[in-house]
């Protein structure tokens, strides 16, 4: 059994750190997410695929 004072320090470390990599991956996917989710809204499909030709 770990103590307290020394269990809850690396357990926030190793959720940190996975929060940390966790928000690169998916600063990574934002643009493309973002662009995914406005072409399916349909409205603005057909200027996003114009603008890819």
Do not use: N, Q, W
């Not at 493309?32 to 030709?53: C, E, Q, W």
């Amino acid at each position: 059994m770990f103590s307290p004072s020394v269990a809850v320090p690396s357990y926030l470390l190793h959720e940190g750190i996975k929060f940390c990599c966790d928000l690169h991956i998916s600063s990574t996917r934002l643009d493309s997410a973002a662009a995914y989710f406005t072409a399916s809204r349909g409205t603005s499909r057909r200027s996003s695929l114009s603008r890819m030709r």
